[in-house]
């Protein structure tokens, strides 16, 4: 497990969050179960952004309790990450953080949200999560 004191993913861990744009995301239902849901994710070597609906049960989720899991597996391979997820639904940063996850979504990094892009995002009610990773684990 990698402890984040030194802020930073080791590469190997890295180079597989980058390589990957789906996770499942786990959050901390109000009775204490898990709720897990399937997102599209950005890692920027920073941060894990997350572009969600703001009346999913995540969104709820993590506007009681922060507190996060998020897997990135293929085949048998997996990465963990367990962190906070701070939500974003205020603009400009909501839709410069959901242009991250939709440039990797389409692999078109030169994409700019227009007046359209934006008013699709309002009717779609789109937010934001930001996961601040704290650790990691990675399996085979």
């Known amino acids: ?50 572009s969600v609906k703001s009346y999913t049960a995540k969104w709820k989720n993590i506007l009681r309790q922060p507190r996060v899991a ?25 839709i410069q953080k959901t242009l991250r996850v939709f440039r990797k979504l389409t692999d078109n990094p030169d994409f700019e949200a227009d007046a359209d892009f934006v008013s699709s995002m309002n009717d779609q009610k789109r937010t934001v999560l930001c996961l601040t990773i704290e650790k990691a684990m990675m399996n085979d």
């Open 70 to 94: 998020l897997l990135v597996h293929e085949g048998r391979k997996q990465l963990i990450l367990y962190g906070n997820a701070r939500p974003i639904d205020n603009d400009p940063e909501r």
């Open 1 to 50: 497990m990698t402890d984040f004191a030194n802020g930073a993913l080791d590469a190997e861990q890295e180079t597989f969050l980058l390589a990957h744009r789906i996770a499942v995301l786990a959050t901390g239902r109000r009775d204490g179960s898990p709720q897990v849901s399937q997102v599209l994710y950005e890692y920027d070597g920073n941060d894990v952004v997350m």
